[in-house]
């Protein structure tokens, strides 16, 4: 099942200790995704939701809190879609969840009592946008857990509701569509656990740790593979300025300075340590890269002398 269908699941399976947290579910899902209309002078509410279960739980919801009875009316929109009517009694109704005033003009965002409310009264706000309009992406770069909001002020008002719970929320405008976004995957987290959605959030987190060690596997991976390709060029280099410094010598080399040369050259992909118990006798790492340097130098100054091109000529353009 989809993450976001999985949420609504769980969230329509929870139930208040009292009609006033109901309330403001009810109230919240009525905003996010109904909407008033005016039909031979009265007001009538719609309100279009997105599965049966949910249909029915606003159905009873209406009919148990305020006594309104709503219908259920043929979809013109797209495949999926319930639409619930309210035909009567919709002034007052629209009243009573706050989506008109005392004088019957339209509120944009929520009612101060939703937006002012105590940290239930945020959370049920929450899962009533939520069943509206919500949705939660998979975890990974691009996670986000966001709701639709019809209106810019509803969407403030949404981001206010989220700041009394503790979790950061942002307001944004993508193409047209006012959005409140939660992005970080621990208050992604936060938030699915206010809801109630506590089983989609065991299985959220763990598909997000399982990404997260293949990302660190693969980050690993690729850093030790660019280490190797760099040691890798780093010792085509440097074999290919000893050959050429050998060259430009001659005779001319300490005996010390031409043992670190040759081995350079026998054992082309060892390491400076490895090189070093090679030697005879045995020396550390600083000592034979000291000669190596101190080698490539006298040559480079010989060949300066002379007029040559000097030990960086023989280094393959590929590995520079």
Same mark, same amino acid.
């Given at each position: 099942?989809?993450?976001?269908?999985?949420?609504?699941?769980?969230? %329509?399976?929870?139930?208040?200790?009292? $009609?006033r947290l109901r309330a403001a579910e009810l109230a919240s899902l009525l905003r996010f995704a +109904? +909407?008033?209309?005016?039909?031979? $002078?009265?007001?009538?509410?719609?309100?279009? &939701?997105?599965?049966?279960? &949910?249909?029915?739980?606003?159905?009873? $919801? &209406?009919?148990?809190?305020?006594?309104?009875? !709503?219908?259920?009316?043929?979809?013109v929109g797209a495949p999926g879609e319930y639409v619930l009517r309210i035909?009567? $009694?919709?002034?007052?109704? !629209?009243?009573?969840?706050? %989506?008109t005033d005392t004088r019957n003009r339209p509120v944009r965002g929520l009612p101060s009592a939703l937006v002012n409310g105590s940290p239930e009264i945020s959370c049920a706000v929450w899962r009533g946008a939520f069943l509206a309009a919500g949705s939660l992406s998979d975890p990974g770069r691009s996670s986000a857990l966001e709701v639709v909001c019809p209106v810019a002020e509803a969407a403030m008002a949404l981001v206010g509701t989220a700041r009394r719970v503790g979790v950061v929320t942002k307001a944004r405008e993508i193409r047209g569509s006012h959005r409140v976004v939660v992005r970080e995957p621990e208050a992604i987290a936060t938030m699915l656990r206010l809801l109630g959605a506590t089983h989609t959030l065991e299985e959220w987190e763990e598909v997000r740790h399982r990404r997260e060690v293949r990302a660190n596997v693969n980050r690993l991976v690729n850093f030790d593979d660019a280490n190797l390709r760099r040691s890798a060029q780093a010792a085509v280099a440097a074999s290919a300025r000893v050959e050429r410094a050998l060259e430009i010598l001659g005779d001319e080399i300490p005996d010390h &300075?031409?043992? !670190? +040369?040759d081995l350079r050259l026998q054992h082309r992909q060892a390491s400076l340590d490895e090189l070093g118990r090679l030697a005879d006798p045995v020396l550390t790492k600083d000592a034979v890269a000291g000669r190596i340097r101190r080698l490539l130098a006298m040559a480079d100054r010989r060949a300066k002398e002379l007029g040559l091109p000097g030990t960086e000529a023989n280094v393959p353009d590929s590995v520079r």
């Open positions: 099942m989809p993450l976001t269908a999985q949420v609504k699941q769980e969230l %329509m399976r929870h139930r208040y200790p009292t $009609g +109904g +909407g008033l209309h005016h039909i031979s $002078g009265h007001i009538v509410i719609e309100v279009v &939701l997105d599965s049966p279960e &949910l249909t029915e739980r606003v159905r009873r $919801g &209406l009919a148990e809190l305020y006594g309104a009875p !709503a219908q259920l009316v043929e979809s035909p009567r $009694g919709g002034e007052i109704l !629209a009243r009573q969840t706050g %989506m &300075l031409r043992q !670190a +040369g």
